[in-house]
């Protein structure tokens, strides 16, 4: 229960309450404003002479007839064919999602019960890869890549994406397994299971919270990767984010720059879905890490 | 377990963990170890009525055939690490014999493409790093005052500048600081200077961004220690309390204390992701000003027709260095609490 000193207004109190409202101004904004544009035309987007512009619409009236236009999705989605990249993005994030998941939970079991050193070792090797800039690695892919005639392809790209995101998906699976006491699959194994059967009939009907969690975060790496997909991907395999970068300087040239704008809002909307639904999960994945060890 | 078992479970991951983070890092080393084919000359002497002249051209057919041969080129050894664009010792050995201060030899070394990048690669990890650990500090603990109805909405907008991938993020924050976009707009009135512009400056674009930079990840700072909040012993909180601690003082002998391992974590993960900086000076179109060392490879990968596999090699081995470089004082800690732990 709170006291009286607690409910009254302090200075800090005060201080704390307007850094926090600031901060969630500072966040928010840039998203709703931007949201908000989307719907105008570029010269009430980029409304230099009179802000509010932007918010009533003045141009975007007189030009269209109307205080919303879609012109620039019109001209995202099917003049530029938006939404062939955004098929490319689900194809290439639901295998990366499904295949690191499935390499990341045998994994991750292997390293929770395996009580040897070099599981130690394994895990500190995945630490020295996640500090990796992916750049790096790119660089060393494309020559091979360009020789072997498997560059540009979505296969390649899936399987790379499932590579740099082992190292984190087996830190998780790994803190995540070493929470389901050992008890439960060492007695199926006393009852005769072999070690794959215990783990398919006792550990997998378990682990689902920590797999959507963990799947969460490849999720977002895979959707919103740039320097693997930017690099990696000819120009019909191309997925949403690096599409978004060189509409951008397509665009500008024709002065078509809500194209980009309404690109951007399409390739964000999904992820404020994805937050208002799995928020609790996403929170808890990412502090399961830094909270537990 | 057995190891034969452990060895069949782990062999997915760690082979996909070989074939493309491990490999990837040989193969790095080796194309920086090569540089491309020379072209092959031909000389022809071609003679007319005023006597033979001889000529030299390019055999274009034989270089092609050359280069497709050994796509690596020739061996080269150690010299890209050493040349005008990486570590560029001639030309540093020669700017420390030609200044004559501490600024000029500055300014020389600011000159060489490799050292521009690297100074603002640091430059934007060592003032992120510790802006996001303080507001990250600071909004959690705010966040953590709130009445409770208002913590999960709180979280949610939070949650947004950082799940957004970067490059989109970055990209909303240029169009709203573009000369005519709503925020440079509106600094252009309050200075009254229609010519201020992030893309025309500098320093204006360093400063961007740098606060671009903890935009984006002061939430997962945040996250990390409001959960930390949590936690925290209230019996602590009320001994300290009784014994006459004001707020302030229990925040720095109480809260920080607590939060410390947090604090660590936190820290190498930033200083991780702030090294690689890459999406930002992308979406910014920011190359006139600032280069990191990750768009420094990027562009040599680039390379309209003949990618620079040599130069980007060199550049992400001299940038693994630098993570290592980093990442040591952590690693060490690691090994010495796991030698505890085992002793």
Not at chain 1, 114 to 131: H, I, K, P, Q
Not at chain 1, 250 to 263: K, P, R, T, W
Not at chain 1, 279 to 288: D, E, N, P
Not at chain 2, 111 to 140: C, E, M, N, S
Request: neutral net charge.
């Amino acid at each position: 229960m709170a006291t009286k000193a607690e409910s009254r207004l302090t200075t800090l109190r005060v201080v704390s309450y307007a850094l926090v409202i600031t901060w969630l101004i500072i966040a928010a904004f840039p998203f709703l404003w931007t949201v908000w544009g989307s719907f105008k035309v570029q010269g009430d987007f980029f409304s230099k002479a009179d802000w509010t512009n932007a918010i009533y619409g003045i141009l975007t009236t007189r030009e269209t007839g109307s205080a919303f236009t879609l012109n620039g999705y019109f001209g995202a989605w099917i003049q530029e064919e938006f939404w062939r990249n955004v098929f490319n993005t689900l194809v290439i994030v639901f295998f990366t999602v499904c295949i690191s998941l499935t390499f990341g939970t045998l994994g991750g079991y292997a390293l929770a019960r395996s009580g040897f050193r070099y599981a130690f070792w394994v895990l500190m090797a995945a630490l020295a890869f996640r500090a990796m800039p992916h750049i790096t690695l790119v660089s060393g892919y494309m020559l091979p890549f360009f020789e072997w005639n498997i560059w540009g392809l979505k296969a390649t790209t899936i399987i790379v994406l499932v590579a740099i995101n082992q190292p984190f998906t087996l830190w998780m699976l790994h803190s995540f397994f070493l929470n389901i006491p050992k008890d439960m699959d060492e007695s199926a194994m006393v009852d005769g299971c072999t070690r794959f059967q215990a783990f398919w009939n006792v550990i997998v009907p378990v682990m689902w919270p920590g797999v959507i969690t963990t799947g969460l975060f490849s999720f977002l790496l895979a959707y919103n990767d740039y320097a693997v997909t930017s690099m990696l991907l000819s120009k019909p395999n191309e997925t949403m984010v690096p599409a978004v970068a060189s509409f951008l300087g397509s665009v500008q040239v024709q002065g078509n720059i809500m194209f980009a704008v309404a690109a951007v809002v399409s390739a964000t909307a999904p992820l404020f879905v994805l937050i208002l639904f799995f928020q609790r999960q996403i929170v808890s994945g990412l502090t399961a890490g830094a909270v537990k060890g | 377990m057995k190891h034969r078992t452990f060895f069949w479970f782990i062999l997915p991951t760690l082979s996909a963990m070989v074939l493309f983070i491990a490999l990837p890092i040989v193969s790095v080393f080796i194309q920086s170890l090569f540089v491309q084919h020379e072209q092959v000359l031909v000389v022809s002497e071609s003679c007319g009525p005023f006597g033979c002249v001889e000529e030299t051209q390019v055999d274009t057919e034989a270089t092609a055939k050359l280069r497709e041969e050994r796509p690596l080129g020739q061996f080269n050894g150690l010299a890209t690490y050493f040349d005008r664009s990486h570590l560029a010792s001639a030309e540093i050995a020669e700017v420390w014999r030609t200044s004559t201060g501490l600024p000029s030899f500055i300014d020389g070394i600011m000159d060489l493409k490799f050292y521009k990048a690297l100074v603002f690669t640091l430059t934007y990890t060592f003032v992120v790093t510790p802006l996001v650990l303080i507001f990250g500090l600071a909004v959690a603990v705010g966040v953590n005052n709130l009445p409770k109805a208002f913590r999960g909405v709180a979280i949610f907008i939070s949650l947004l500048p950082f799940l957004v991938a970067t490059i989109v993020g970055s990209m909303i924050l240029s169009w709203m600081v573009d000369g005519e976009g709503i925020i440079g707009a509106t600094l252009q009135n309050i200075f009254n200077d229609p010519s201020l512009s992030i893309k025309a400056s500098t320093p204006l674009m360093w400063i961007m961004l740098m606060v671009y930079g903890v935009w984006h990840t002061l939430p997962f700072a945040f996250i990390t220690f409001y959960a930390g909040l949590q936690t925290v012993p209230q019996d602590t909180l009320e001994a300290a309390r009784v014994d006459g601690a004001n707020k302030w003082q229990t925040m720095i002998s109480v809260v920080v204390p607590h939060l410390m391992p947090l604090v660590s974590f936190v820290t190498l993960m930033l200083l991780m992701d702030n090294f690689r900086v890459f999406e930002p000076l992308v979406s910014f179109q920011a190359e006139a000003h600032a280069q990191s060392l990750s768009t420094f490879i990027v562009s040599d990968l680039r390379e309209a027709g003949n990618p620079l596999y040599a130069s980007a090699g060199a550049t992400s081995m001299l940038t693994i260095l630098g993570v290592v470089i980093l990442l040591t004082p952590v690693l060490i800690r690691t090994w010495r609490d796991f030698n505890a732990k085992v002793h």
